[in-house]
Nanobody, 113 residues
Framework: QVQLVESGGGLVQPGGSLRLACRAS????????MNWYRQAPGKERELVAT????????YYADSVKGRFTISRDNAKKTVYLQMNSLRPEDTAVYYC??????WGQGTQVTVSS
């Protein structure tokens, strides 16, 4: 069955960095575009970044452009989200999503001093 398992979240100070990973299984990973979403307390879930496949084109929300980088390793069936210059407003649960359907369980990112 399709599984998406996120890792890499945690507590970081403002200005710090984290790298999230989402390990996929149960489908041909290289054939699907992948998203990272986030949901902060009391807010709607929002799209953070997308990476297509094939092609590897990327899309970023304006709020993270220039600070976050999405990438993928098809051999490892993993999509990454490198997050730099983190701000308190980046605090949220981050979710991996296979475009159109399956979701991971989420990983908490907290940016606080």
């Amino acid at each position: 069955q399709v599984q998406l398992v996120e890792s890499g979240g945690g507590l970081v100070q403002p200005g710090g960095s984290l790298r999230l990973a989402c390990r996929a299984s149960g489908f041909t990973f290289s054939g699907y575009s992948m998203n990272w979403y986030r949901q902060a307390p009391g807010k709607e879930r929002e799209l953070v970044a997308t990476i297509t496949s094939p092609g590897g084109s990327t899309y970023y929300a304006d709020s993270v452009k220039g600070r976050f980088t999405i990438s993928r390793d098809n051999a490892k069936k993993t999509v990454y989200l490198q997050m730099n210059s983190l701000r308190p407003e980046d605090t949220a649960v981050y979710y991996c999503n296979r475009v159109g359907d399956y979701w991971g369980q989420g990983t908490q990112v907290t940016v606080s001093s």
